[in-house]
């Protein structure tokens, strides 16, 4: 950083600088509870020494703050894969089941969008296809955040939700599916050349998010790539060159994904399918009728309180997976 050039690529020093920042807050949360860990050790040691029961009670409630601190730095040490610290890209499809499966899709959405917020993660909605009635058959998000990939790639898999379904007049319960898939974003990733014969690129006019030139002109992009069948939308830009330069980022991150995977075997670790991402194959029950419950049939965690989780609280079950993980 203190080279005279650093910021010639303003991109990328912007990005190395966040990087540093975000080294630097972690460095000092591990200082910090060494220092406090120091300290509490010393007070026991009085503690003991005078057989003070009111130290001895302060004592306790310490040690148990920090243990959680631990705990949650802890976490950080499961984050060792070639990919963990990177950005991510997650997107949810919705499974067969009309509107009821594109309303869980949008559940799910407004679920990893909190998380993320609750992360102090930067979330961008790149595409979105509304359904006729409700929810939405299919979103992209962009997920910017030290760690997003690691902890969201614990996410990726079937996603099966069981409740009385709004949408039916009889009130039955109906279970619904979607399809969450996570994938790592490449900073670098010009040295993948596509060859303009592989892809098809069709424009349409951009709808929900994008500014106020929504709706007004064909500035939204559809990017296909042929041999794999890999189709990118971006209708998040203001222009059309932008959304067509971002969905080819996006696709060439995910022919990176592919190529990596062909060289290294690591398929299910890389793109956080731990277990085959098909239908039937769910990794996460949210059940809202006749009882209320999440549980996550990797881990066999689970909480009663589906409101919290549906409204972002899911870290204790990437903790509870990752731990799972890492014994293994």
């Given at each position: 950083?203190?080279?005279?050039s650093?910021?010639?690529?303003?991109?990328?020093?912007?990005?190395?600088?966040?990087e540093?920042?975000?080294?630097?807050?972690?460095?000092?949360?591990?200082?910090?509870?060494?220092?406090?860990?120091?300290e509490?050790?010393?007070l026991?040691?009085i503690?003991?020494?005078?057989?003070?029961?009111?130290?001895?009670?302060?004592?306790?409630k310490?040690f148990?703050?920090l243990?959680k601190?631990?705990?949650?730095?802890?976490?950080?040490?499961?984050?060792?894969?070639?990919?963990?610290?990177?950005?991510?890209y997650?997107?949810?499809?919705a499974?067969?089941?009309?509107?009821?499966?594109?309303?869980?899709?949008?559940?799910?959405e407004?679920?990893?969008?909190?998380?993320?917020?609750?992360?102090?993660w930067?979330?961008?909605?790149?595409e979105?296809?509304?359904?006729k009635?409700?929810?939405?058959?299919r979103?992209?998000i962009?997920?910017?955040?030290?760690?997003?990939y690691?902890?969201?790639?614990?996410?990726?898999?079937?996603?099966?939700l069981?409740?009385?379904?709004?949408?039916d007049a009889?009130?039955?319960?109906?279970?619904?599916?979607?399809l969450?898939?996570?994938?790592?974003?490449?900073?670098?990733?010009?040295?993948i050349?596509?060859?303009?014969?592989?892809?098809?690129?069709?424009?349409f006019?951009?709808?929900?998010?994008?500014g106020?030139?929504?709706n007004?002109t064909?500035?939204?992009?559809?990017?296909?790539?042929i041999?794999?069948?890999?189709?990118?939308?971006?209708?998040?830009?203001?222009?059309?060159q932008?959304?067509?330069?971002?969905?080819?980022k996006?696709?060439?991150?995910?022919l990176h994904?592919?190529?990596?995977?062909?060289?290294?075997?690591?398929?299910?670790?890389?793109?956080?399918?731990?277990k085959?991402?098909?239908?039937?194959n769910q990794?996460?029950?949210?059940?809202?009728?006749?009882?209320?419950?999440?549980?996550?049939?990797?881990?066999?965690?689970e909480?009663?309180?589906?409101?919290?989780?549906l409204d972002?609280?899911?870290?204790?079950?990437?903790?509870h997976?990752?731990r799972?993980?890492?014994?293994?």
């Amino acid at each position: 950083m203190s080279s005279p050039s650093f910021w010639d690529n303003q991109e990328k020093a912007t990005r190395l600088s966040r990087e540093r920042e975000e080294l630097d807050k972690e460095v000092k949360r591990w200082e910090s509870l060494t220092h406090d860990v120091a300290e509490l050790i010393e007070l026991d040691a009085i503690a003991q020494r005078e057989n003070d029961e009111e130290i001895k009670k302060d004592l306790e409630k310490q040690f148990r703050d920090l243990q959680k601190r631990y705990d949650d730095v802890e976490l950080l040490l499961f984050f060792g894969g070639d990919y963990d610290q990177r950005n991510a890209y997650l997107t949810i499809h919705a499974g067969s089941g009309g509107t009821d499966a594109q309303d869980w899709a949008e559940i799910l959405e407004r679920m990893y969008l909190r998380f993320a917020e609750k992360q102090h993660w930067q979330a961008v909605i790149i595409e979105e296809q509304r359904g006729k009635e409700a929810g939405m058959k299919r979103v992209m998000i962009h997920i910017t955040g030290r760690y997003a990939y690691g902890m969201l790639k614990t996410e990726a898999g079937v996603h099966r939700l069981v409740r009385i379904s709004p949408f039916d007049a009889e009130k039955m319960r109906h279970t619904s599916f979607a399809l969450v898939e996570v994938v790592p974003e490449f900073e670098d990733v010009d040295h993948i050349v596509v060859d303009e014969k592989d892809l098809r690129i069709d424009t349409f006019m951009a709808s929900g998010h994008g500014g106020q030139s929504v709706n007004t002109t064909y500035s939204a992009v559809r990017v296909v790539h042929i041999p794999t069948g890999i189709t990118i939308s971006c209708q998040n830009e203001r222009s059309q060159q932008q959304n067509k330069e971002t969905a080819l980022k996006i696709l060439k991150s995910k022919l990176h994904v592919i190529a990596i995977e062909e060289l290294q075997k690591e398929k299910q670790d890389l793109r956080g399918e731990f277990k085959s991402a098909e239908w039937g194959n769910q990794i996460r029950s949210y059940v809202l009728h006749p009882y209320t419950m999440v549980k996550d049939h990797r881990t066999k965690y689970e909480t009663q309180d589906t409101h919290r989780v549906l409204d972002g609280d899911i870290l204790p079950f990437i903790e509870h997976f990752l731990r799972e993980h890492s014994k293994g």
